[in-house]
């Protein structure tokens, strides 16, 4: 069984475009989390969510808005897709803030 | 200066070969502290977390230097499996969980 699952795998789509990925695990974590890895491999939190209360909200343009719905999921939706938001989307989770944080499969978004 | 810093290498090394990464941190305040591997197109996946007095699984090692502010990871015996990415990770703050990964350390071991 996945432990981090997210769909898409992968989403090619159009500049202006809105478009959601969605992350659910079943390890029973209160934590999760979204990061995205450009281009140059860079690993990069952007949202993280505590018992369905979000807890990180790095700098990310206001476009990008996650949701979580219950402590197993947390989707990420993306208004106005841009070309430099052309990366792969990693969901990762954790028993809490400080423990080991597992990771998705990763969906890889291309804005053309 | 990054929050985490790495030699991105990449490191090309025989087969049976020792190699090891280090990885600079910036916070002194920083609280955990992790190896994750990632290879090419999947997800990062937890290789070690690092502990204060050093911890070994098989042939891999983790250090942590608190007063200089870096790990490390030691690798024995090199297998072409090894071959991938190595990411550091640190844990800024125990409240939130904000995880910062340098930027990988690409390691390619060849026969």
């Known amino acids: 069984d996945t432990a981090v699952s997210q769909t898409p795998k992968y989403l090619v789509t159009q500049m202006g475009n809105d478009k959601s990925i969605k992350c659910e695990q079943n390890?029973?974590?209160?934590?999760m989390y979204w990061y995205k890895q450009d281009s140059k491999k860079f690993l990069k939190i952007m949202f993280s969510?505590?018992?369905?209360?979000?807890?990180i909200n790095e700098t990310v343009p206001n476009r990008f808005s996650p949701k979580s719905p219950d402590k197993a999921h947390l989707n990420l939706h993306i208004n106005s897709l841009e070309l430099g938001d052309s990366a792969v989307y990693f969901c990762?989770?954790?028993?809490?803030?400080?423990?080991?944080?597992?990771f998705g499969p990763g969906t890889r978004l291309l804005v053309l | 200066r990054k929050e985490v810093e790495q030699d991105p290498g990449p490191f090309n090394v025989p087969e049976g070969a020792t190699v090891a990464f280090n990885c600079t941190y910036s916070?002194?305040?920083?609280?955990?502290f992790f190896w994750y591997r990632q290879d090419c197109r999947k997800e990062p996946k937890l290789l070690m977390s690092?502990?204060?007095s050093g911890n070994e699984d098989g042939r891999f090692t983790a250090q942590l230097n608190r007063a200089s502010q870096y790990i490390s990871l030691l690798i024995r015996d090199s297998k072409l499996s090894d071959s991938a990415t190595y990411l550091c990770?640190?844990?800024?703050?125990?409240?939130?969980?904000?995880?910062?990964f340098g930027q990988g350390t690409t390691l390619q071991v060849k026969p």
């Open positions: 916070n002194s305040a920083s609280q955990s």
């Open positions: 990762a989770s954790s028993q809490d803030p400080r423990e080991t944080q597992y």
């Open positions: 969510y505590n018992n369905k209360e979000l807890i």
């Open positions: 390890l029973g974590h209160d934590t």
């Open positions: 690092v502990y204060s």
């Open positions: 990770a640190v844990i800024f703050s125990s409240n939130t969980g904000k995880l910062i």
